[in-house]
Protein backbone atom coordinates (compact mmCIF):
# COMPACT_ATOMS: atom_id res chain seq x y z
CA UNK A 1 0.00 0.00 0.00
CA UNK A 2 1.46 3.37 -0.95
CA UNK A 3 1.69 5.83 1.83
CA UNK A 4 1.10 9.44 1.49
CA UNK A 5 2.17 11.86 4.01
CA UNK A 6 0.03 14.02 3.28
CA UNK A 7 -1.95 15.16 6.11
CA UNK A 8 -4.54 17.88 4.42
CA UNK A 9 -7.96 18.63 4.09
CA UNK A 10 -9.50 17.63 0.34
CA UNK A 11 -10.35 20.80 -1.77
CA UNK A 12 -13.89 21.14 -2.31
CA UNK A 13 -15.94 20.16 -5.48
CA UNK A 14 -19.74 20.99 -6.63
CA UNK A 15 -21.46 18.52 -8.21
CA UNK A 16 -21.20 17.19 -12.20
CA UNK A 17 -21.63 14.26 -13.87
CA UNK A 18 -18.54 12.10 -14.59
CA UNK A 19 -16.69 13.23 -17.43
CA UNK A 20 -15.79 10.38 -20.17
CA UNK A 21 -11.99 10.36 -19.04
CA UNK A 22 -13.21 10.14 -15.01
CA UNK A 23 -15.30 7.09 -15.88
CA UNK A 24 -12.37 5.79 -17.70
CA UNK A 25 -10.29 5.93 -14.69
CA UNK A 26 -13.18 4.73 -12.39
CA UNK A 27 -14.91 1.76 -14.49
CA UNK A 28 -11.75 -0.84 -13.68
CA UNK A 29 -12.67 -0.58 -9.82
CA UNK A 30 -16.22 -0.29 -9.92
CA UNK A 31 -16.05 -3.68 -12.30
CA UNK A 32 -13.26 -5.11 -10.35
CA UNK A 33 -16.06 -4.99 -7.13
CA UNK A 34 -19.12 -5.82 -8.73
CA UNK A 35 -20.98 -8.57 -6.50
CA UNK A 36 -21.80 -11.74 -8.09
CA UNK A 37 -25.62 -11.91 -9.54
CA UNK A 38 -27.09 -9.75 -11.73
CA UNK A 39 -25.09 -7.16 -12.99
CA UNK A 40 -25.74 -3.07 -12.22
CA UNK A 41 -27.69 -1.41 -14.30
CA UNK A 42 -25.96 2.06 -15.35
CA UNK A 43 -23.03 2.09 -12.81
CA UNK A 44 -21.46 5.06 -14.07
CA UNK A 45 -24.89 6.76 -13.38
CA UNK A 46 -25.10 4.60 -10.03
CA UNK A 47 -22.10 6.23 -9.00
CA UNK A 48 -22.91 9.69 -10.36
CA UNK A 49 -25.66 9.57 -7.36
CA UNK A 50 -23.13 8.63 -4.63
CA UNK A 51 -21.06 11.46 -5.68
CA UNK A 52 -23.55 13.89 -5.84
CA UNK A 53 -24.89 12.85 -2.37
CA UNK A 54 -21.29 13.20 -1.50
CA UNK A 55 -20.60 16.70 -3.14
CA UNK A 56 -23.64 17.68 -1.49
CA UNK A 57 -22.29 17.35 2.34
CA UNK A 58 -21.66 20.00 3.82
CA UNK A 59 -19.02 21.00 7.07
CA UNK A 60 -20.86 20.92 10.32
CA UNK A 61 -24.00 19.64 9.21
CA UNK A 62 -25.17 15.75 8.90
CA UNK A 63 -24.86 14.39 6.14
CA UNK A 64 -27.84 14.20 3.62
CA UNK A 65 -30.23 11.54 3.78
CA UNK A 66 -30.45 8.83 0.54
CA UNK A 67 -34.17 10.51 0.06
CA UNK A 68 -32.40 13.89 -0.64
CA UNK A 69 -31.46 12.49 -4.23
CA UNK A 70 -32.69 13.94 -6.98
CA UNK A 71 -35.49 11.77 -9.08
CA UNK A 72 -33.32 11.86 -11.77
CA UNK A 73 -30.70 9.47 -9.93
CA UNK A 74 -33.72 7.31 -9.55
CA UNK A 75 -35.02 5.00 -6.50
CA UNK A 76 -32.75 6.03 -3.19
CA UNK A 77 -33.00 3.04 -1.96
CA UNK A 78 -31.89 1.43 -5.15
CA UNK A 79 -28.73 3.48 -5.14
CA UNK A 80 -28.07 2.91 -0.72
CA UNK A 81 -28.06 0.11 -1.69
CA UNK A 82 -25.75 -0.40 -4.38
CA UNK A 83 -23.55 1.76 -1.87
CA UNK A 84 -23.25 -0.60 0.71
CA UNK A 85 -22.34 -3.32 -1.72
CA UNK A 86 -19.63 -1.35 -2.67
CA UNK A 87 -18.74 -0.24 0.93
CA UNK A 88 -18.63 -4.33 1.70
CA UNK A 89 -16.90 -4.98 -1.36
CA UNK A 90 -14.00 -3.15 -0.60
CA UNK A 91 -14.15 -0.23 -3.14
CA UNK A 92 -14.10 2.88 -1.18
CA UNK A 93 -10.87 1.81 0.58
CA UNK A 94 -9.17 0.67 -3.05
CA UNK A 95 -10.01 4.05 -4.19
CA UNK A 96 -8.51 6.07 -1.34
CA UNK A 97 -5.37 4.05 -1.77
CA UNK A 98 -5.15 4.95 -5.32
CA UNK A 99 -5.68 8.58 -4.69
CA UNK A 100 -2.49 8.15 -2.27
CA UNK A 101 -0.45 6.63 -5.40
CA UNK A 102 1.02 9.69 -7.61
CA UNK A 103 2.47 7.30 -9.86
CA UNK A 104 -0.84 5.59 -10.87
CA UNK A 105 -1.76 5.70 -14.24
CA UNK A 106 -4.75 8.71 -14.30
CA UNK A 107 -3.40 9.83 -10.87
CA UNK A 108 -4.19 13.52 -11.96
CA UNK A 109 -8.29 12.91 -12.96
CA UNK A 110 -8.32 10.70 -9.50
CA UNK A 111 -7.77 13.70 -7.59
CA UNK A 112 -10.34 15.50 -9.13
CA UNK A 113 -12.69 13.35 -7.27
CA UNK A 114 -10.71 13.32 -4.45
CA UNK A 115 -13.61 15.17 -2.34
CA UNK A 116 -16.24 13.04 -3.69
CA UNK A 117 -13.83 9.76 -2.43
CA UNK A 118 -13.28 10.96 0.67
CA UNK A 119 -16.96 11.75 1.36
CA UNK A 120 -17.98 9.29 0.09
CA UNK A 121 -15.72 6.73 2.34
CA UNK A 122 -16.47 9.05 5.15
CA UNK A 123 -20.46 8.12 4.41
CA UNK A 124 -19.73 4.23 4.57
CA UNK A 125 -17.32 4.46 8.04
CA UNK A 126 -20.14 2.01 9.65
CA UNK A 127 -19.17 -0.78 7.23
CA UNK A 128 -15.41 -0.04 7.02
CA UNK A 129 -14.61 -0.01 10.99
CA UNK A 130 -11.54 1.27 12.98
CA UNK A 131 -9.50 -0.27 9.81
CA UNK A 132 -11.06 2.41 7.57
CA UNK A 133 -10.30 4.78 9.90
CA UNK A 134 -7.04 3.75 10.19
CA UNK A 135 -6.16 3.73 6.35
CA UNK A 136 -7.38 7.07 5.87
CA UNK A 137 -5.29 7.99 8.91
CA UNK A 138 -2.74 6.43 7.43
CA UNK A 139 -2.70 7.69 4.47
CA UNK A 140 -3.37 11.67 5.46
CA UNK A 141 -6.74 12.69 4.09
CA UNK A 142 -8.47 13.89 6.64
CA UNK A 143 -11.76 14.58 4.90
CA UNK A 144 -12.21 10.74 4.98
CA UNK A 145 -12.38 10.44 8.87
CA UNK A 146 -15.55 11.65 10.52
CA UNK A 147 -13.50 13.73 13.03
CA UNK A 148 -10.80 14.65 14.27
CA UNK A 149 -7.97 11.88 13.94
CA UNK A 150 -7.23 12.50 17.79
CA UNK A 151 -10.77 12.12 18.55
CA UNK A 152 -10.93 8.55 16.90
CA UNK A 153 -9.78 4.62 17.52
CA UNK A 154 -6.14 4.95 16.84
CA UNK A 155 -4.94 1.04 15.41
CA UNK A 156 -1.44 2.48 15.06
CA UNK A 157 0.10 2.77 18.90
CA UNK A 158 2.83 0.36 18.63
CA UNK A 159 5.76 3.22 19.11
CA UNK A 160 3.55 5.14 22.06
CA UNK A 161 2.68 1.81 24.06
CA UNK A 162 6.65 0.72 23.44
CA UNK A 163 7.50 4.26 24.90
CA UNK A 164 5.54 3.87 27.68
CA UNK A 165 5.83 0.46 28.30
CA UNK A 166 9.91 0.80 28.44
CA UNK A 167 9.56 4.22 30.66
CA UNK A 168 7.47 1.82 33.31
CA UNK A 169 10.16 -1.04 33.52
CA UNK A 170 12.64 1.25 33.85
CA UNK A 171 11.03 3.22 36.49
CA UNK A 172 10.05 -0.34 38.09
CA UNK A 173 14.01 -1.12 37.80
CA UNK A 174 14.69 1.67 39.97
CA UNK A 175 12.61 2.34 42.46
CA UNK A 176 10.87 -1.42 42.71
CA UNK A 177 7.36 -2.13 41.36
CA UNK A 178 5.72 0.09 44.42
CA UNK A 179 6.44 2.94 42.59
CA UNK A 180 5.59 1.72 38.77
CA UNK A 181 1.93 0.98 39.86
CA UNK A 182 0.71 4.50 40.07
CA UNK A 183 2.02 6.24 36.68
CA UNK A 184 1.20 2.77 34.98
CA UNK A 185 -2.19 2.88 35.77
CA UNK A 186 -2.91 6.39 34.40
CA UNK A 187 -1.09 5.47 31.10
CA UNK A 188 -2.82 2.23 30.68
CA UNK A 189 -5.91 4.62 30.99
CA UNK A 190 -5.04 6.72 28.53
CA UNK A 191 -4.15 4.47 25.68
CA UNK A 192 -6.88 2.54 26.05
CA UNK A 193 -8.65 6.39 25.65
CA UNK A 194 -6.73 6.53 22.36
CA UNK A 195 -6.95 3.40 21.14
CA UNK A 196 -10.99 3.22 21.42
CA UNK A 197 -11.67 6.91 20.10
CA UNK A 198 -14.50 9.14 21.51
CA UNK A 199 -17.89 7.37 21.15
CA UNK A 200 -19.54 10.55 20.38
CA UNK A 201 -18.17 13.59 18.10
CA UNK A 202 -19.95 17.04 17.93
CA UNK A 203 -21.32 17.22 14.20
CA UNK A 204 -19.36 20.69 14.61
CA UNK A 205 -16.13 18.89 14.30
CA UNK A 206 -16.72 16.93 11.25
CA UNK A 207 -13.99 17.65 8.71
CA UNK A 208 -14.63 19.57 5.66
Known amino acids: MPLN ?3 RYSPERDWE ?3 ADEWAVLSPFVFRHAAAGRPVRDPRARLGAVFWMAANTKPGRAPPPWAALPPAFGKPDTVSRQFRRWATAGLWPRLLEAL ?7 AAILRRLESWICHAFRRAWRLLG ?3 TALARRLGFLSALRGPSWLLPDLDLSELVFRKLRAAMLRARE ?3 RALLPGFLRDYRRLLGIAAGRR ?3 RCLAPP
Open 5 to 7: PRR
Open 17 to 19: PLS
Open 100 to 106: ADPDRPG
Open 130 to 132: VQG
Open 175 to 177: HGL
Open 200 to 202: SIP
